[in-house]
């Protein structure tokens, strides 16, 4: 009978963001942005586009009008989104399975392999649509979405939300983010974060990977200072 290292009791969940981590949406964002920038007569490129990552909607559109030097009144600014959701949205009816990230579907089988629970915790209102397209909606036992919330990330709740639903506390959770604004809501949720990509842009994660192949669950509990 293998043995397993008792701290591994400590960690009975994970949650992770979607867009940059499970799948790559970031760039379909990135387009429906730069378009309606491009209609509103500016331009921004991807590094820019950073500054997005992990933010919710109304926020993103005070960010890039703020680029543009552009005020807008509330019911445009709720036509502007409306308008960038639609070319989005437009993007993502068109994704597969095979636009999940490499190394995404063993890892979630290891972590089914450890009984260890998976939730969703994305500030994306799309991302039921996303998990149906890519064939992962059944691979978790809760999904949080930008459908849920009333405050965006680096507001923790999201993350507390899932914890809430699925019966844990944030230190029996550990979360894995993209963005800086992610990190710093797990962070201020009492969560564990793990920081996916490069870790300069979240030097205040516990860890940082490059991704999630080749990623070994005892590893990363190794890892993490449990």
């Not at 959770?173 to 009492?190: P, R, T």
Request: glycine share 10%; proline share 4%.
């Amino acid at each position: 009978m293998a043995i397993v290292p008792i701290f591994t009791a400590m960690i009975r969940a994970c949650i992770f963001d979607l867009d940059g981590v499970l799948v790559d949406t970031a760039h379909y964002h990135f387009l429906a942005w730069r378009r309606l920038a491009n209609q509103l007569g500016f331009d921004f490129d991807e590094k820019a586009n950073e500054a997005l990552k992990g933010v919710g909607r109304m926020e993103s559109l005070d960010i890039i009008l703020g680029w543009g030097g552009l005020s807008k009144t509330r019911p445009e600014k709720e036509a502007l989104a409306h308008q960038k959701n639609e070319w989005y949205r437009a993007y993502i009816r068109e994704m597969t399975p095979g636009e999940v990230l490499p190394g995404v579907a063993g890892f979630l089988d290891q972590l089914d392999a450890q009984g260890i629970r998976k939730g969703i915790g994305s500030s994306s209102k799309n991302a039921k649509t996303i998990l149906r397209q890519v064939g992962l909606t059944d691979r978790f036992e809760v999904i949080v979405d930008g459908t849920d919330l009333q405050r965006s990330k680096p507001d923790p709740q999201v993350f507390q939300l899932g914890a809430e639903r699925l019966g844990l506390s944030p230190r029996e959770c550990i979360v894995f983010e993209d963005a800086a604004a992610g990190i710093e809501a797990a962070l201020a949720g009492g969560f564990w974060a793990v920081g996916v990509g490069d870790a300069e842009i979240f030097p205040g994660a516990h860890i940082a990977i490059p991704g999630l192949e080749n990623l070994h669950w005892s590893a990363l509990l190794e890892k993490l200072p449990l």
